[in-house]
């Protein structure tokens, strides 16, 4: 079985940096993508960060310049540091990470941001 739990939402206030965690357990042979999406009431859910076994990343257009996906293999753990919150940003962040070739989502974290 392996498991992802996260960590690190909550209420913030407008400009403040919280970082998210994603530690994944269990029986973990192999991790790949690792990766952050959110969804917003009402709106479909979106990729927001990506980060691949090399260290390649991608970002939304929406999120570039605030905010940087990072991993730790020994930990099997990604993050997501977010910079300059803005109320747009509140959303249920969810991690989906690629483990032993086959996709696990995390149970999701809220996101509050207060203006």
């Known amino acids: 079985q392996v498991q992802l739990v996260e960590s690190g939402g909550g209420l913030v206030r407008a400009w403040g940096s919280p970082r998210l965690s994603c530690a994944a357990s269990g029986s973990i042979f192999s991790i790949n993508a690792m990766e952050w999406y959110r969804q917003a009431p009402g709106k479909q859910r979106e990729l927001v960060a990506g980060?691949?076994?090399?260290?390649?990343?991608n970002y939304a257009d929406s999120v570039k310049g605030r905010f940087t996906i990072s991993r730790d293999n020994a930990k099997n753990t990604v993050y997501l540091q977010m910079n300059s919150l803005k109320p747009e940003d509140t959303a249920v962040y969810y991690c989906r990470v690629i483990i032993n070739y086959r996709a696990y989502w995390g149970q999701g974290t809220q996101v509050t941001v207060s203006s």
């Open positions: 980060i691949t076994s090399d260290e390649k990343t």
